[in-house]
């Protein structure tokens, strides 16, 4: 393989990164339940703090830990409107994706523009030499390498584990759940808490990494906290499929770069646009075996081409946690 | 006099979550090592000072409360319209075109014209995630957002290329920007400030947004819908078609908020290529301003006075104490989360009022009452 295409897929894996941080979050955010609606807030807020602590403290570590506290900070905010104060999750999260975006680019003009420390890249021994993967995957940082664990973790935690399964059950049945001994509301704070965390990752992974330095509206982080909400759509709320979806859009984002490079006679909206459009028709594809007119178009088809169609549609289809965005009331 | 008081008291939290707010903001001025009286004052002068002050303010409070009335139309009707600002983008465009196409044409039909089709087009950009909501089960929050990006990409192409004001076309700058509308069809100005005819048209359609909701048929089944939609499937409500009305009502507000701001304030439309540079951002704070209104349409009046004053405000505060205007945004949304906040207590409070009186007394839930409490939030 021509080594050019190869390095550019390699950056694909490690511009997904901030990505996949905030949609493996948010995918286990919402599967106990919780809409964390403010995600690109905290991720633009994640982004500049992390990127400041970094710079004050010349330490890379301490600027991956501040964006954590961030995002926890923000979704420990939903997690008690919402289900202390039984606030809409979805009117306190859109106001904090709000806020913290426009305290991100208010606190942040300090640091604007100005060198501050990057993660180097760490290539794997060993793993490194693999013909083919190692370049693709093992030469990177060790952020990427870290979303790579964090994808396979959380979808072991969620499918494999007992915890996991409780998790699920507070998602889709937190009647059921408390019936068998767990604190619903307690669990649904602390996987909010923990999603948000983990997609407090996603700044720092951009600002010290993929695109290094705060550079206020400039960034070129806003938005994507709401294709990181669509992504987990897309994903089903299974980390895996998630992750697809976050390379998938890594890829034709960088696919778009390429184009208008070889393909001058395009506007150069067309390509910056692109991704949206994509996104509410994946968003289409993926519920549209839920809508009613579409059962009913199955049930008159005959009988071969409805089987084929009823595949098709339940490979794609994405259902929600039942009891996504519902409080809990344990009396 | 104790139930007098405590009906007092409600009306006076949204006041007392805004001071909650300021106090906040004082604390961060405090950090950031600047006086928060003198910059209080600043923003006080800047939004109410003087009569040409608080013409800005209400400049600024027009389409904030166009934006409002259709957030209290889809809101009540149980759908999220995040799409305000490409509403407005959309509705802006379509109007511009025409006032820039039909210029033989007398004044006021133009200008009438123009509005509809802002309002039309922002109604298409608002139905289109309707339409998707409604039958293809796509999330409105997410397909809204989508659509702002995909409106502010088409307005930098527009405005780049076949839009553009001639006269960019010609020089080098090629300042991506519309050419000016011709005097007459600017809204007429109220008073010799920049004030316009278009705070009249929103107050009025205010009163009308109030009487869709609760005094039409239409607005009884957007709630119903908002409130239940499996009851009012059962009623007989197609509750797709008026998830559909809801949004593309909601987007025809916003629409009509964009060409009102180049038809009364701009006279054109230039664009920096971000969306906020075109609206000000009035597309996301007509959302806080209704949310702080209690999603009804005259309340949202005044609650988009305050947040005009408090961006007029804090421009002149940034000139005085160079403290980013920014500042307001972080505001606007504390403003809202402790308004949102205080609901609840309110209703706590309630709650506990009526465990006083007794289970005799206890009145059946308010039927009017229940959707607000469901919304200040939602």
């Known amino acids: 393989m021509d080594p050019s295409v190869l390095i550019g897929l390699a950056g694909v894996l490690a511009a997904a990164a901030p990505v996949l941080f905030a949609v493996i979050g948010e995918t286990i955010t919402e599967r106990a339940g919780v809409i964390n609606l403010s995600l690109n807030g905290s991720v633009l807020l994640s982004a500049m703090g992390g990127f400041a602590v970094a710079y004050l403290t010349d330490n890379l570590f301490w600027g991956f830990l501040a964006g954590m506290l961030i995002g926890a900070l923000v979704a420990f905010i939903v997690a008690f409107s919402s289900i202390t104060l039984h606030q809409s999750q979805v009117a306190v999260g859109f106001v904090l994706a709000l806020a913290s975006r426009d305290l991100a680019y208010f606190l942040g003009v300090p640091y604007m523009n100005i060198p501050g420390p990057t993660l180097p890249t760490w290539q794997i021994p060993l793993l490194k030499d693999i013909p083919l993967l190692g370049p693709l995957f093992f030469r990177l940082d060790i952020i990427t390498y870290l ?32 019936v068998r001994g767990a604190n619903v509301n307690r669990l649904r704070y602390i996987y909010t808490i923990i999603g948000g965390a983990i997609a407090g990752l996603a700044g720092p992974a951009y600002t010290l990494n993929v695109k290094p330095g705060w550079m206020g509206t400039q960034t070129g982080l806003d938005g994507i906290g709401w294709i990181a909400l669509s992504i987990t759509i897309f994903g089903g709320w299974s980390p895996m499929r998630a992750a697809f979806g976050a390379y998938l859009f890594s890829l034709l984002q960088w696919l778009g770069l390429v184009l208008q490079s070889r393909l001058p006679g395009i506007p150069s909206q067309v390509l910056q646009v692109a991704p949206f459009p994509l996104m509410i028709l994946t968003l289409l594809l993926v519920n549209i075996g839920n809508a009613e007119w579409v059962q009913r178009w199955l049930a008159s088809m005959p009988e071969g081409s409805r089987r084929f169609f009823t595949k098709l549609l339940r490979a794609m289809r994405a259902s929600p946690p039942a009891a996504l965005g519902v409080p809990f009331e344990s009396d | ?171 080098a ?206």
């Open chain 1, 147 to 178: 979303s790579y664990i964090v994808i396979v973790l959380a979808w072991l935690w969620i499918f494999r584990t007992r915890p996991g399964l409780m998790l699920q059950g507070i998602g889709d049945r937190p009647a059921a759940a408390f």
């Open chain 2, 173 to 378: 700058s090629k300042i991506p920007q519309t050419a000016r509308l011709i005097e007459e069809f600017h809204l007429a100005r109220l008073v010799p400030t920049r004030l316009h005819a278009g705070a009249l048209i929103a107050v009025a359609l205010a009163v009308l947004v109030y009487i869709l909701l609760w005094r039409t048929t239409w607005g009884y089944r957007i709630r119903a819908v908002g409130q239940n939609p499996h009851a009012s499937r059962y009623a007989g409500i197609k509750v797709s078609r008026y998830m559909v009305l809801a949004l593309l009502l909601s987007g025809a507000f916003a629409g009509l908020a964009g060409a009102v701001q180049v038809f009364g304030v701009n006279y054109r439309m230039i664009t920096d290529g971000s969306a906020s540079g075109f609206t000000g951002g009035a597309g996301f704070n007509g959302i806080v301003a209704a949310l702080f209104g209690q999603l009804h349409p005259i309340w949202s009046i005044p609650a988009s006075i305050l947040f005009g004053a408090l961006l007029v405000g804090a421009n002149k505060m940034q000139r005085m104490t160079q403290v980013p205007s920014a500042l307001v945004t972080v505001l606007n949304g504390l403003v809202v989360i402790f308004v949102v906040s205080s609901e609840i207590w309110r209703r706590r409070r309630q709650r506990r009022r009526m465990a006083v009186a007794g289970p005799e007394e206890t009145p059946p839930p308010p039927v009017e009452k229940k959707p607000q409490q469901a919304e200040a939030g939602a």
């Open chain 2, 1 to 171: 006099m104790r139930t007098r008081l405590s009906t007092l008291f409600d009306a006076l939290l949204p006041v007392l979550a805004t001071l909650a707010a300021l106090a906040v903001g004082a604390v961060m001025l405090l950090i950031m090592g600047v006086n928060p009286i003198e910059a209080y004052a600043a923003m006080w002068d800047g939004a109410f000072g003087s009569g040409n002050a608080f013409a800005e303010t209400l400049v600024k409070a027009t389409p904030l409360l166009l934006v409002a009335l259709g957030i209290c139309i889809s809101f009540r009707g149980d759908v999220i319209n995040i799409g305000g600002e490409g509403q407005m983008i959309i509705g802006a465009v379509l109007a511009t075109w025409i006032g820039l196409t039909l210029t033989n044409w007398p004044g006021w039909l133009v200008i009438t014209l123009s509005l509809l089709t802002g309002f039309v087009g922002g109604a298409i950009w608002g139905g289109i995630p309707g339409l998707l909501k409604a039958y293809f089960n796509v999330n409105e929050i997410l397909s809204t957002v989508m659509m702002n990006a995909i409106a502010v990409q088409l307005m930098n192409f527009l405005l780049r290329g076949p839009m553009i004001d001639p006269s960019q076309a010609e020089r």
